[in-house]
């Protein structure tokens, strides 16, 4: 017994880890381990030494047993201390550094726009900046030979001789992303379409690449009245005050009748410029009732639904909000403005968190 006692608590002491601690207790105490073998034994004893050895056997089990679980604690013991010193962190060193990139005012504006609008119901729909004469143009209710055609500053894609796929242009507007939102959905529609657009032009409120946000509503019922809503919330939202001055002026575009262009009350001190009061006034967009002719273009029945759109300069927008005096710095891409103006990309604009910092 006493061998049996000391050769097992060796083998426990000098366990390297559980799966060993596993082996020795089937050897020793399992079913058929050496004690099991042992207590059998029992059975032929004699009443007087079962009475002396039953005991003795059940204290060696007993002890075995206490020995395996203390060594089994032990080693689970060690394995955390281990993990522990693995896992070591110094909770006094210095975070991160910041990010060093920003978001571009223009980016971080045209999200503002989208989360404005979205609150309103609006979709976001997209077109190709590469656009067909067609979809530019004539669904547009602007015809080959119309003035408009040459006020665009229209950039033409290069075709060779010969080449009898219709003319591509830039897109000049947003406006074409009406006729495909409206293929593609039908009425009733509520969409924005924010994008890149391009003319010819270049001074301090121009350059050849800018962009713009189309807004499109279209149902049995709506009226200019939804329309002049629509802007002035949205612009008391975008701009953050509970009062922004609008001047609506009659104004004429082929795919809307009426039209309206719409300034927003701004002032100019030491290239500074403010918004909401002064006596200067900045285009900020333009809008209208689409005309039926676009309605039909686009697959609409203009006897049943009727609509406003409106197109909106988010360069102009960006520069009133964030006081940017030239818009031609916008896509210079010099670091030391990037980092001036832009934003930090963990400030996403929503309604209910805020719009900007
Ligand atoms: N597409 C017009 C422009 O670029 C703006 C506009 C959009 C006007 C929608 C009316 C309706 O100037």
């Known amino acids: 017994m006493d061998d049996l006692k000391s050769k097992y608590l060796d083998l426990i002491a000098n366990a390297g880890d559980e799966a060993a601690i596993e082996d020795i207790r089937l050897q020793a105490v399992g079913k058929k ?8 034994e029992l059975g032929k004893m004699t009443p007087e030494e079962r009475q002396v050895m039953g005991p003795k056997l059940n204290a060696l089990k007993d002890e075995i047993n206490a020995a395996l679980a203390a060594k089994k604690a032990a080693l689970g013991d060690a394995a955390l201390d281990e993990r522990l010193r ?17 978001i571009h005012p223009i980016s971080q504006v045209t999200e503002e726009v989208a989360a404005i609008f979205a609150d309103m119901g609006f979709a976001v729909a997209e077109g190709p900046q590469i656009e067909d004469d067609w979809h530019n143009f004539d669904a547009l209710n602007i015809p080959p030979h119309h003035p408009a055609r040459q006020e665009h500053d229209t950039f033409f894609m290069h075709r060779e001789p010969g080449d009898n796929r219709p003319p591509h242009v830039l897109r000049t507007h947003t406006s074409p992303v009406q006729i495909r939102a409206m293929q593609d959905q039908g009425a009733p529609i509520r969409v924005i379409a924010p994008g890149r657009v391009y003319r010819s032009d270049y001074d301090q409120t121009h350059t050849p690449m800018f962009h713009q946000v189309e807004g499109l509503a279209i149902d049995t019922d709506i009226s200019m009245a ?3 809503w629509t802007l002035e919330e949205f612009c008391r939202a975008y701009f953050e005050v509970d009062e922004v001055e609008l001047r609506f002026r009659a104004s004429h575009f082929p795919f809307t009748e009426p039209s ?31 005309h039926p ?33 030239d818009l031609r710095a916008f896509f210079d891409s010099d670091l030391r403005w990037l980092r001036h ?8 604009p929503t309604m209910r968190g805020g719009l900007s910092r």
């Open 341 to 348: 103006y832009g934003f930090s990309a963990l400030d996403v």
């Open 226 to 228: 939804n329309l002049k």
């Open 260 to 290: 309206a262009e719409v300034d927003l009350r701004c002032s100019w001190n030491d290239g500074q410029l403010t918004v909401g009061q002064g006596d200067d006034w900045m285009e900020i967009l333009g809008s209208g009732m689409v």
């Open 86 to 102: 693995g896992e070591w962190l110094d909770v006094t060193l210095p975070g991160r550094a910041r990010p060093q990139g920003t």
């Open 293 to 325: 002719k676009v309605l039909e273009a686009a697959g609409i029945d203009a006897s049943k639904y009727q609509g406003f759109a409106f197109g909106i300069g988010i360069d102009r927008i960006a520069m009133l909000k964030y006081g940017i005096p």
């Open 33 to 40: 381990g050496e004690v099991a073998l042992k207590m059998r």
